[in-house]
């Protein structure tokens, strides 16, 4: 996933969804408060002024209830948001693994289409194994669209800048592993999955990465 697309899904306003659990968790909040207030100034009575009749205990007994049914219901609002942040988490990083795979793809295709043999193949093969894993490539990969970075990479590497191409053969080696998007959105929200191929679909080899 580019970067710029990170940030903006991480600096995104809260979706309204999440500003009503927020919302949510202030209202328990202050509710708890209140029943701590309340248990007080029942015990302050209780010990200072009682008055006739009055089951002191059992009144604090119906509010200590209430307040841990409160306290119960917060605990279980804070964890369902805490887990709906970790899933988006998840999702984030699923993404951009998928953008850098992507990338790296594109330029073993860019080998395996400029390379004379298989011998030749396999040696540009490796050594781009270890470039694309140096810190300033990684950088280079996450920060950039992908687009931008095949064409920096075919600069710096001296390819063909046939950027269109490359990453054309990434997409059929992706989809031949089960690793691109579904076409009508779906995985929007959930990151690309491994599976099988849509039936139907031209399988064209992958490039050898050696």
Known sequence: MDKAQTDSISEAPPTP??????RHLRMLARTAEIHMEVMETTRTEAVEAPQPG?????????????LRLTLLLEQKFAGQRA???KAKARREAAQEEWHALRVKLAMFGAV???????E???????????QVERPEVAELIEACPAEVAVAA????????????????????????????PSED??????PPKPGPAAPGRR???APDTG
């Not at 009055?54 to 209430?66: E, L, N, P």
């Open 112 to 118: 395996h289409a400029t390379s004379k043999n298989e």
């Open 153 to 180: 990479l075919c600069r710096r590497w001296g390819f063909p800048p046939e950027v269109e191409r490359w990453l054309e053969m990434a997409d059929e080696a992706l989809e031949e592993f089960g690793f691109l």
């Open 54 to 66: 009055v089951d002191y205990g059992q009144r604090i007994s119906v509010i200590a209830k209430s």
């Open 185 to 190: 959105g779906e995985d929007d929200e959930d």
């Open 83 to 85: 887990e709906r942040r």
């Open 120 to 130: 030749e193949i396999h040696r540009r093969g490796t050594e781009l194994c270890e």
């Open 17 to 22: 969804d999440e500003e009503r659990a927020a």
């Open 203 to 205: 399988k064209p080899k």
